[in-house]
Each structure stands twice: as C-alpha cells, then as structure tokens.
C-alpha cells in the first residue's frame, strides 16, 4: 500500500518469517521504509535484506521512536531527490537548446530553476537531519573489535 511510509517488522513471527514479508514487500516494488525489531542478532544473511535500519530487542521507546522519524526524514530526502534529478534533467536539456537571452525571458524556466534551488536545500537540510539524527554508532556498539 503506497499510504504506508514505515513498517516495523520482527525477524521472527508467529505465522512465518520476517525475512519473507520483508521479502514480499520489496518483490511488490513497495517504497516503504522497514525496520527490522526483532531479538534476532546480526549475521552476515542482513547483507542480503532489503530492510533501512536493524534494532535488537529489547528496544526503548525513544529509539523506537527515533527510528521511526529518521525513516522518515530519509523517505522526505528520497522524494526530493528524484524530483531534483528529474527538474535537473529538464534544465540541462532547455540550456543545451536554448539561449541565454530565452531562458532568461522564460517565467517556467526561471519557476523551475527556483524549484531545483529550493529542492537542494530540502535535500541538504534532510541529509544533514538524517546524518545527525541517525546513531550510527549503536548499530555498531555491540560488535566487539578484539582491540
């Protein structure tokens, strides 16, 4: 369902296996973002998986809810991002074919290259979201280095 913009889902289920919803769900084309919670610990099978983020039980609710929001800053930044490539494609093929002076002259080309400047800064501001916001170091913080 394409109103569906997070999905929390567990390795492990009463009726069957995580993996294979994840699975279905990403064979479908679905865009949703998924979060694997689940008391399942990392193996090398999650290189496989098509899931955005991995939490091992037992999760708090503020990192539940932490994740939940990055999710979704990131699906904001996968938005404008296609939209961004797309009107950038759009400009590149009008300055190739027409003149300085034309484009200049154009309402729709100065609006789109209004659009493409405010998109940059959406994805700037997303990426910076996403990246301060995201604690990568707890994905890592039970892996023991040896050290």
Do not use: W
């Amino acid at each position: 369902d394409e109103t569906i913009d997070v999905v929390l889902l567990d390795r492990r289920l009463p009726d069957g296996s995580g993996d294979d919803v994840l699975a279905h769900i990403r064979d479908r084309g679905y865009r949703c973002r998924v979060a694997m919670v689940t008391a399942v610990e990392p193996d090398f099978d999650i290189l496989e998986m098509g899931f955005d983020d991995y939490l091992v039980k037992p999760v708090t609710s503020d990192t539940l809810r932490e994740t939940v929001d990055g999710l979704l800053r990131r699906g904001e930044y996968d938005t404008d991002v296609q939209e961004l490539f797309s009107l950038t494609s759009k400009k590149a093929m009008l300055e190739a074919e027409k003149s300085a002076a034309e484009l200049a002259d154009n309402e729709e080309y100065q609006e789109l290259t209004e659009r493409i400047q405010e998109l940059r800064s959406n994805a700037d501001r997303s990426l910076e979201a996403v990246t301060e916001h995201d604690d990568f170091d707890r994905l890592f913080a039970e892996f023991d280095t040896g050290e």
